[in-house]
């Protein structure tokens, strides 16, 4: 079984087909390719919605020609059409969810809405080392922070999540903050490897609370007040030393609940996945971490860490092969900007 997968929830737009093997084994890549709006949004200093489904209309007939292509397939050899049905952008939803609708009724095939948190949830399958189940999962992407015990396709259990900012919006808030470019966390990392993590006295939120849960929005206030401190025209090396110290602040809370979850949980997988999870420091203290406690660590490939095509069509695939979805022969489809991965 071939499947199409459609990507469009924010400001990537992303397409990739993989290729089924049957229950039991991870469905294979053949192809994907993804267009990043990020120059078009750094004029702004964030995503504008309405450039953001305007781009992906653009963008998404070209991308699945280049992806067809590059799979050596033909639009008929297609069997599934997935697109992501939330969370996100609910314009920008729109433009996937109808276009792959209006494509598999086309081609007579049927559609299937994924949720985009599962869809990153399961990308590290596609990586040279695929997890097993059972295991814990730190989902770090974009506005959302959670630790999930995962124990199957679809057998998900929330352990904590983010109160009030997630983590990405931590890097990205203290980004702006220090005047650096869209997509600021990228950025703030880059600038962190020029500072000293321990020459600005940051925050850990709910680093010892007895939950598993985040918050994130409290160590963004206390960025401000460090950056107003240094007065009207700070030094390069005084905003290196906050961008680092901002960095180990977010990292030390990620990793210590995470070592929490798995200590309670008694696993002994630990999967990374999100945009956060290409931070290089990040990976640099669990490596660290899990391997004093003989604990796997799993992430995806980082060229799919960001939003993609790849994982939606990865999760289409994996919830058929489970016998958990039935693709929709229908062509009505809605959108969820707000949709709960418990809900799934």
Same mark, same amino acid.
């Given at each position: 079984m071939n499947v199409l997968g459609i990507e469009s929830s924010c400001d990537e737009t992303g397409v990739a087909v993989v290729?089924? !093997?049957g229950a039991g084994r991870v469905p294979r890549l053949l192809a994907h390719a993804l267009h990043s709006q990020a120059d078009m949004h750094e004029a702004f200093g964030g995503v504008v919605p309405e450039l953001a489904s305007r781009d992906h209309i653009r963008r998404i007939v070209p991308l699945c020609e280049t992806v067809l292509a590059q799979a050596g397939l033909a639009r008929q050899d297609i069997d599934l059409v997935a697109y992501t049905r939330g969370p996100g952008l609910a314009g920008a939803l729109l433009v996937g969810a109808g276009f792959a609708v209006a494509l598999a009724a086309a081609l007579? /095939? #049927?559609a299937l809405a994924v949720h985009h948190l599962e869809g990153h949830l399961l990308t590290p399958?596609?990586? @040279?080392? #695929? #997890?097993?189940f059972p295991f814990l999962a730190l989902l770090v992407s974009g506005g959302h922070t959670q630790l999930m015990r995962v124990d199957g396709v679809g057998r998900y259990t929330l352990l904590g999540e983010t109160i009030d900012d997630a983590a990405g919006e931590a890097f990205d808030k203290s980004a /702006?903050? $220090? &005047? $650096?470019?869209y997509p600021g966390g990228p950025a703030l990392s880059r600038l962190a490897t020029q500072g000293a993590e321990d020459a600005v006295a940051l925050p850990r939120p709910l680093l010892h609370a007895d939950n598993?849960?985040?918050?994130? @929005?409290g160590l963004k206030t @206390?960025? @401000?007040t460090a950056f107003r401190r240094f007065g009207p025209s700070p030094s390069g090396q005084q905003r290196a030393d906050l961008a680092a110290a901002t960095q180990a602040a977010i990292v030390d809370v990620l990793v210590a609940k995470s070592l929490k979850a798995l200590k309670q949980? &008694? !696993?002994t997988r630990?999967?990374?996945?999100?945009g956060v999870g290409a931070n290089r420091r990040l990976r640099e203290r669990l490596d660290e971490a899990c391997a004093r406690r003989r604990i796997r660590v799993h992430y995806p490939e980082l060229e799919l860490c960001t939003d993609n095509g790849a994982m939606i069509a990865l999760a289409a695939a994996m919830r058929v092969d489970a016998g958990l979805a039935a693709p929709d022969a229908a062509r009505s489809f809605d959108v969820a900007p707000r949709w709960p991965l418990a809900e799934v």
């Open positions: 290729q089924s !093997l007579g /095939k #049927p399958f596609l990586s @040279a080392d #695929p #997890p097993e /702006k903050l $220090l &005047g $650096l470019g598993l849960d985040f918050s994130f @929005a @206390a960025v @401000a949980t &008694g !696993l630990l999967v990374v996945a999100g």
